[in-house]
């Protein structure tokens, strides 16, 4: 089973429809983020929790929210979805130690009509 | 600002070939710079580098880090076709609980039979 998963993998949705996108992961890390990822923009931030109780807004954190239900689990939503949210959808998580690496979920495709 | 830039963006070569994947960086109050690569999915880790000067090596790859010049390259010896990915670089600043990836756009490397 995956570390990092991600569900679902792959979503097509049409303008306004409400979204959630859903990581659960079990390595046991307490950060966890949440990236979206264009061609010609590489990764970028959305929102990020350092624990349980810590939720914190990336560098695009605008029309998404984010809930961190437990130390596993860390969801994505989308409240009125625009055509401009079709991307890639990547959730990582990380050890709290100085400099640990992120380990990546295989992502969702979300596609927004 | 803090940004990354890789080069080239994207790169074709044969297999057996050896390649030097470029990563330059200005993190303010800087710690680590790290190495992933993805494929069609997850962006998986390769290497972190912290101090300057001492190579980073696994297999085939193997990875460096300039402080002084504030870059990094990635080197591939013996291309195969399984090396074909986009490879992802990232600085680390040491900015307390605040720490946050900075990611570079990828360079896409297409190792051609």
């Known amino acids: 089973d995956a570390d990092v998963t991600q569900t679902p993998r792959n979503r097509i949705t049409k303008t306004g429809k409400r979204i959630m996108l859903e990581c659960s992961q079990t390595?046991?890390?307490?950060?966890m983020y949440w990236y979206r990822q264009d061609p010609g923009l590489g990764l970028r931030l959305i929102y990020y929790s350092f624990d349980v109780k810590d939720i914190n807004k990336g560098e695009i954190s605008d029309g998404y929210s984010v809930s961190r239900q437990a130390q596993a689990k860390f969801s994505l939503s989308l409240e009125s979805a625009i055509p401009n949210q079709t991307a890639l959808y990547f959730c990582?998580?990380?050890?709290?130690?100085?400099?640990?690496?992120?380990?990546f979920g295989d992502g969702t495709r979300l596609s927004i009509l | 600002e803090d940004k990354v830039v890789q080069s080239p963006l994207s790169l074709v070569v044969h297999e057996g070939d050896t390649v030097t994947l470029n990563c330059s960086y200005e993190v303010t109050n800087f710690r680590s710079l790290l190495w992933y690569k993805q494929e069609k999915k997850a962006p998986t880790f390769l290497f972190m580098l912290?101090?300057s000067g001492i190579e980073k090596k696994s297999g085939r790859l193997s990875s460096i880090l300039d402080k002084k010049e504030l870059f990094s390259i990635l080197n591939i010896t013996a291309t195969q076709t399984g090396d074909s990915a986009i490879y992802l670089c990232a600085g680390l600043p040491n900015a307390g609980n605040n720490r946050k990836l900075i990611w570079g756009l990828g360079t896409s490397l297409a190792v051609n039979p």
């Open positions: 990582a998580t990380s050890d709290p130690g100085p400099g640990q690496p992120q380990h």
């Open positions: 390595k046991g890390h307490d950060r």
């Open positions: 912290t101090s």
